[in-house]
């Protein structure tokens, strides 16, 4: 839409819109980003010659406790003005208050619009409120992202959704708002409990199944291996390294030319039709990738249901999940469950159930007609493989 050239504006009764917004942010993979001598951090802060910023840092309880005196060193170290902003980490920090807590911590400090950061370091949880209360104040100040778990490395720190839980509804409030750059240092695992560690790993697991077969039998050899340590101590080429290049960068393939999720057919939602349904009903508690890896299961069992999936195949998807230390079945997962999850996803999904099952390994296509009929017997089939010593880890070669 544009004026005449006479310089008055169109007189009429209709107009049409149109606008582009381009997004570009960075994925860094980098050790060392608490050391003083990597600017990787200060430098997204807006560190410049001459120049010493202020940001807002809104940390994770947890990582508070485990490297708060490296945050400070570093930022005295670069004379970057910190406002402090500690948010309790997992589920429970994803609620309206926390996200309104953190704006009026913006509001405190006086940030600026654009010249001035809001620095997210944390887990999953914590960045998804850190970007939806940056993505809101003000319509929007720019933000870093430094995800300190291996769910956040390679899964909810790199994409552009934030989200917070609504109801019994996992997710049902948030925006896309992209980062000006997401960092990961592997060496932040190295303080991850073994759970959380499993936690990632399931998104991992996930990627596998439905874009990389490489990266699954590569997992296969290597699940056993693969702890803290493995993962904050990768040698260039070792597997881990490897392991988390393949998933970032599958991840990212994946997400890049569908950001806004203008096509709803989503292979990443593999894991995610059933699960946001068990995760907050689930008792105990189960972290996400936990709930993921029980939806990837029923998933397995629906595609070798329907010939998608060949039944040793099958045998190794599940056996993967439960050898990288991921439950596989829940009591709280029942037919009468999945029925309700799948009619809530199908309303998330635009009236069609768009459920991405593995053609094969390292393959995904997506499926409309999945009956009750067919979760039952999808139950069935993981429950007796759950409880069965034939499950391999590793396929026979």
């Not at 608490?34 to 809104?58: D, F, K, M, Q, Y």
């Not at 309104?100 to 400090?109: D, R």
């Amino acid at each position: 839409m544009s004026a005449n050239s006479g310089g008055t504006a169109k007189i009429g009764t209709d107009w049409r819109v149109r606008a582009r917004q381009p997004v570009g942010y960075d994925v860094r993979v980098l050790n060392g980003l608490l050391s003083p001598s990597n600017p990787a951090l200060a430098e997204a802060c807006g560190t410049a010659p001459g120049r010493s910023p202020r940001c807002l840092l809104i940390v994770d309880d947890s990582v508070d406790v485990l490297h708060g005196d490296r945050l400070r060193a570093y930022f005295e170290a670069w004379s970057i003005d910190v406002e402090w902003h500690v948010v309790p980490g997992g589920e429970q920090s994803k609620n309206l208050d926390e996200v309104v807590a953190i704006t009026e911590a913006m509001t405190g400090m006086g940030i600026l619009r654009r010249s001035e950061k809001v620095v997210a370091v944390g887990g999953g949880a914590v960045l998804d409120v850190a970007g939806m209360a940056a993505g809101l104040y003000r319509r929007g100040v720019p933000y870093v992202r430094v995800p300190t778990t291996l769910i956040g490395q390679v899964d909810a720190g790199i994409g552009v959704k934030t989200g917070i839980n609504h109801g019994t509804h996992k997710n049902r409030l948030g925006s896309y708002y992209a980062p000006e750059v997401a960092l990961i240092d592997p060496e932040f695992l190295r303080t991850v409990p073994k759970r959380h560690i499993a936690n990632g790993l399931a998104e991992i697991v996930k990627m596998a199944l439905i874009k990389d077969a490489a990266l699954f039998d590569l997992l296969e050899l290597a699940v056993h291996d693969l702890d803290a340590a493995a993962f904050a101590d990768g040698e260039p080429g070792g597997p881990a390294v490897e392991i988390m290049s393949r998933a970032i960068g599958g991840m990212l393939d994946e997400l890049e030319p569908n950001l806004w999720e203008e096509v709803l057919e989503r292979s990443v939602d593999y894991g995610h039709t059933f699960s946001p349904s068990l995760e907050l009903r689930a008792d105990p508690p189960l972290l996400h990738g936990e709930a993921v890896a029980v939806d990837m299961a029923v998933c397995v069992a629906l595609a070798h249901n329907r010939g998608m999936l060949g039944t040793a195949d099958a045998d190794r998807a599940i056996g993967l999940l439960r050898a990288a230390g991921l439950p596989v079945t829940d009591p709280v997962f029942t037919t009468d469950l999945l029925v309700e999850a799948l009619r809530d996803a199908v309303k998330h999904r635009d009236g069609e159930q768009r459920i991405p099952l593995t053609d094969g390994i390292g393959s995904a296509t997506f499926v409309h007609d999945i009956t009750r009929e067919e979760l039952g017997e999808a139950l069935r089939f993981v429950r007796e493989r759950a409880g069965s010593d034939t499950v391999l880890v590793r396929a026979a070669r």
